[in-house]
């Protein structure tokens, strides 16, 4: 149990356009999900709280207008890397947890290339 | 604010013998920890959850073992094998909230040679 989905795996797209990046909780409802970002060889770095039905959390220094992050349902968040640059070429995973007693679970992470 | 220190930051060893990779972290006011396994440009796999409440867990060649009064957790890894190496990430989930964000280790990254 505790399944979640991240799609797509991998996109490349050209500077100034978006992306959208999906994660799904495939058996669990999940009123929090959190996006984060990874640099080669870095450990991950929390971008935000996603929180269904309601704003994401931001972490400092995170551009909100950049990174926009809609939960709309209990088991999707997504996250939209808007007017892409090469600077946000990075990995991007999320996690959630059904509840304190779980583990969180991962995506499979979601690998962006700007060009 | 939780820290959370992984040692060693590397380790290679040859394929056959037990390692320990050490966790600590500086809140003990924690729900559990979490020990994963991250392969170059993937994602994180969950190896073994400890509740704050147990001393510890094991799961095949893995046991992890959790001391929350003195913030430290190992992760013992029994006859290595070459399909071991990868980045292993220890996190510990705060009390200061229901859904409360993991905080990570830096990770230690595992090669096992042949």
């Known amino acids: 149990g505790a399944v979640v989905s991240q799609h797509p795996s991998r996109v490349i797209c050209k500077s100034g356009t978006s992306v959208k990046i999906e994660c799904r909780s495939l058996?669990?409802?999940?009123?929090?999900m959190f996006w984060y970002r990874q640099f080669p060889k870095k450990s991950l770095m929390l971008m935000a709280t996603?929180?269904?039905?309601?704003?994401?959390?931001?972490e400092q220094g995170v551009e909100k207008d950049k990174f926009l992050i809609n939960h709309a349902s209990l088991t999707l968040s997504t996250l939209t890397v808007t007017s892409a640059h090469p600077e946000d070429s990075s990995f991007y995973i999320c996690?959630?947890?059904?509840?304190?007693?779980?583990?969180?679970?991962f995506g499979s992470g979601t690998r962006l290339t700007v060009v | 604010k939780q820290e959370v220190t992984q040692i060693p930051a590397a380790l290679s060893v040859p394929e056959g013998e037990n390692l320990v990779l050490n966790c600590s972290f500086t809140d003990s006011a924690i729900y559990n920890l979490q020990w994963f396994r991250q392969d170059p440009g993937k994602g994180l796999t969950s190896l073994l959850l400890?509740?704050?409440?147990?001393r510890e867990q094991t799961s095949g060649r893995l046991n992890a073992s959790l001391d929350k009064s003195s913030g430290r957790s190992t992760l013992y890894i029994a006859a290595s094998q070459p399909g071991d190496s990868a980045t292993y990430l220890c996190a510990v989930r705060p009390m200061n909230s229901g859904y409360s964000t993991l905080t990570f280790g830096k990770g230690t990254m595992l090669l096992v040679s042949p």
């Open positions: 400890i509740q704050s409440s147990q």
């Open positions: 996690s959630a947890s059904p509840d304190t007693l779980y583990g969180y679970t």
């Open positions: 058996d669990f409802q999940a009123t929090t």
């Open positions: 996603s929180n269904e039905g309601s704003k994401a959390t931001y």
